[in-house]
């Protein structure tokens, strides 16, 4: 399947001088983050830095549904305030789990590097996801992070704010990944890079609404009996055919990575 125009897309070191051009990578591979590439949801994860490895009960009731940017960033202003600092951050990053079977799906990414082009689109934060990816060894497989910014004060509070704005109902106000994952594509087509097919792998109600926008010729991997994977069954029940991609459900991560290599194998 032809995504966009043909053309070379990424930088050609040698093109004009008479040697062949860098191809352009064949697959784009979306990835999330909380849930998916890491066991747990890192927002969670850093309250292990408050004190008691808690937060009082008036922070927690001001939770709202659709609104967790906001309220993570009241989280983060106590946990300042109760004199937690960037390194105790970076410790907690550092030391959260990746989810079963994702070393193996990097490792097999590494190897085959020139055949996807990678990117992570999150609802956590910047500075969390970079700590964790390179305390991993694995944060150079990224081309591009999207996420909420994120950074330290001139007091050494740990200040979150949202990723963009956005007219989709189906997702919080700080992010849409629907919005992101197109921009990024009609930005990459502008580029002259084209990609044969688009892999998904996710969790949440938030990786659904993306999905959504996949052909029949891209493949989703929701995380099994996670709500990505509920609401494409549900849909699929409502709305026969109308999810169009290739659904493959994952326990561990090693399955992602042994259908993409099936995928290769067949192009050989």
Not at 75 to 94: C, H, I, P
Not at 172 to 198: H, S
């Amino acid at each position: 399947m032809k995504r966009c125009c043909e053309g070379v897309g990424l930088p050609c070191l040698f093109k004009g001088v008479g040697m062949a051009s860098h191809r352009p990578p064949k697959y784009l591979l979306v990835f999330d983050f909380d849930e998916t590439i890491i066991n747990e949801n890192s927002d969670d994860s850093i309250v292990r830095a408050a004190p008691g490895q808690a937060l009082p009960e008036h922070i927690r009731q001001t939770f709202r549904e659709g609104f967790y940017n906001e309220y993570m960033q009241r989280v983060l202003a106590y946990m300042g305030d109760q004199g937690v600092k960037m390194g105790d951050f970076k410790t907690v990053y550092e030391n959260i789990p990746l989810s079963p079977g994702m070393p193996d799906l990097f490792q097999f990414l590494s190897k085959n590097h020139e055949l996807f082009e990678i990117i992570l689109i999150s609802d956590a934060n910047m500075f969390g996801i970079e700590c964790t990816l390179r305390a991993a060894g694995f944060y150079s497989l990224f081309r591009k992070i999207f996420s909420n910014p994120s950074s330290f004060d001139k007091r050494g509070y740990f200040t979150l704010g949202p990723y963009h704005s956005h007219k989709c109902l189906d997702c919080p106000a700080n992010m849409c990944k629907r919005k992101i994952l197109t921009e990024y594509l009609a930005e990459r087509a502008q580029e002259e890079v084209e990609f044969e097919r688009v892999f998904y792998v996710g969790d949440g109600a938030n990786d659904f609404c993306p999905s959504v926008t996949l052909t029949s010729a891209d493949v989703a991997f929701p995380r099994k009996g996670y709500p990505m994977h509920r609401m494409t069954q549900e849909m699929e029940k409502q709305q026969p055919g109308a999810f169009q991609a290739t659904v493959v459900p994952w326990e561990s991560a090693a399955e992602v990575a042994r259908y993409l290599q099936e995928v290769l194998k067949k192009k050989c």
